[in-house]
């Protein structure tokens, strides 16, 4: 599942390229669908984390230390990678054949990074890198759960969670209508969207759901899927939204209902495919180095027609999804570095 989410991520940023080209599609295109449904992956990688976190919270006098475990490790990832994304990588590569210098592609870094700041809450929320959004995003759910379950007012976290989960679908897919409200800020970064999934997760961890079972989350996320696929054709026709959003209410059912997939009281092996395990392990990596081989590809086409190909809505995310698996997995045979793909 998680390898399955990775590649939907993956197809969202890729199929097509332009958005502007994707929201010319009717409603019923496969393209448009594709992206639609793939909206499952994030929300189920925020309810898959609350899970995990809270098997690892079972002794509430732990909960401080996990916390800290959790932050060292995605403010490290974080800042590494913004910094990653900082470089002009595209001019890495043929670093001999042009004058650049290592001075030179330092300089460039440390350039970029200083536009970057000129915004600071927008690169402590994103980063260099639009996805990286979901670093920081993860550590405020972690951080803001730590404190509620610490304090023994769990239920008030259900009910913030779902307030801010709210507040996010009106400051953002219902923006444009009546009922919308203007916040400065993209309310997919944050707790707004996020918190909601990872207090689910952890909310399932503790109740230990006993009649769930692979189909059963199948069921929800489908039914979560024509939810919001009606909800942003309602949006669209009547308010001319655009039928392109990170998410909106019905998107709950979908994230929860693909992580019901695998959180089952019986192990689902009619799913498993243990040779995809240990790819499985590595997905945060290939989440965060995609972005590389997007613009790689993007780049090569733009400048060698010839590999236009290359971009076609089918080929693209395949060669992304195969380069970024092939990279997280030798960086991870790597032990110095290997902690940036875990």
Not at 122 to 133: F, V
Not at 202 to 230: D, E, N, W
Not at 269 to 292: A, N, P, Q
Request: some cysteine; glycine content about 4%.
């Amino acid at each position: 599942m998680r390898i399955a989410a990775t590649l939907a991520v993956i197809l969202i940023h890729t199929m097509p390229i332009s958005f502007t080209e994707l929201e010319g599609y009717s409603s019923s295109s496969p393209a448009l669908l594709i992206n639609q449904f793939s909206r499952f992956a994030v929300p189920f990688f925020f309810t898959i984390s609350g899970f995990f976190w809270g098997k690892s919270i079972s002794d509430k006098n732990n909960i401080f230390l996990v916390w800290k475990k959790y932050a060292l490790r995605f403010s490290l990832l974080f800042i590494s990678w913004t910094v990653i994304y900082s470089t002009p990588y595209m001019r890495i590569i043929p670093l001999l054949n042009q004058e650049d210098t290592i001075l030179n592609l330092i300089k460039q870094t440390y350039w970029n990074l200083s536009s970057f700041a000129t915004h600071p809450l927008t690169l402590i929320l994103e980063g260099s890198k639009s996805h990286l959004w979901f670093l920081p995003s993860l550590l405020i759910c972690v951080s803001i759960s730590s404190v509620f379950v610490k304090n023994k007012i769990t239920p008030v976290l259900y009910v913030a969670s779902i307030l801010l989960y709210v507040i996010g679908v009106l400051g953002k897919s219902y923006s444009n209508t009546p009922y919308g409200i203007e916040i400065d800020i993209n309310t997919r970064d944050g707790p707004f969207f996020g918190l909601i999934f990872f207090a689910t997760g952890y909310y399932l961890s503790i109740t230990c759901p006993r009649r769930t079972s692979p189909r059963y989350g199948l069921v929800v996320l489908l039914t979560g899927f024509i939810a919001q696929a009606i909800e942003l054709n309602i949006l669209n026709i009547k308010y001319d939204v655009s039928k392109i959003q990170d998410y909106c209410f019905s998107t709950y059912l979908m994230g929860i209902g693909a992580a019901m997939i695998c959180i089952t009281q019986k192990s689902p092996t009619s799913f498993r495919l243990d040779r995809l395990e240990f790819i499985g392990k590595l997905t945060l990596g290939i989440y965060l180095v995609h972005f590389i081989f997007i613009d790689a590809i993007i780049e090569i086409s733009k400048k060698s027609p010839e590999f236009i190909t290359l971009t076609n809505p089918y080929i693209f995310p395949s060669i992304v999804f195969i380069s970024s698996i092939v990279f997280s997995l030798t960086v991870n045979l790597t032990k110095q570095i290997k902690w940036l793909v875990r």
